[in-house]
């Protein structure tokens, strides 16, 4: 025997404010364009701030500005991305090229590109020049 669907007819209840247990209010009864009454409802996906619906928050104007994600030391001779200046200085003192760099590396390999160029050995006076001014720049000591 196939089976059958029950007809029950049972009023709807209006979840509305004010409103009674008869049927929910057609779009004719509403006060204004038909979509307009969806746009005022607080129903699934509706916020009731002003604001953009991802953050939440009144008045935002936009979203957040994305940063490049470096902290200022990163940004620096030592840090993780470091500018074509600092790139030429790690060269020439035979250090890696990207990623975070301490001091002590910087010094130790001065010192042994110093003692491989220095002039008192048999190195030129411009390679030395320019071996120290690799050092300077990636300590962060300037011409003052």
């Given at each position: ?5 029950r ?53 935002a ?10 902290s ?12 074509l ?59 003052t």
């Amino acid at each position: 025997m196939p089976q059958t669907l029950r007809d029950c007819r049972s009023p709807l209840v209006s979840l509305r404010p004010g409103g009674s247990d008869g049927p929910a209010a057609t779009p004719e009864e509403n006060d204004g364009p038909p979509g307009e009454a969806a746009a005022r409802s607080n129903g699934f996906g509706a916020s009731s701030s002003k604001g953009s619906p991802k953050t939440g928050k009144a008045g935002a104007k936009g979203r957040k500005k994305k940063g490049s994600g470096l902290s200022a030391a990163d940004r620096g001779p030592l840090g993780k991305h470091p500018d074509l200046d600092a790139i030429v200085a790690r060269q020439r003192l035979h250090l890696p090229l990207s990623g975070r760099l301490a001091e002590a590396e910087v010094t130790r390999a001065w010192k042994l590109a110093a003692g491989e160029h220095h002039p008192d050995r048999g190195g030129l006076h411009d390679t030395m020049q320019l071996i120290n001014g690799a050092r300077d720049l990636l300590l962060g000591r300037g011409l003052t």
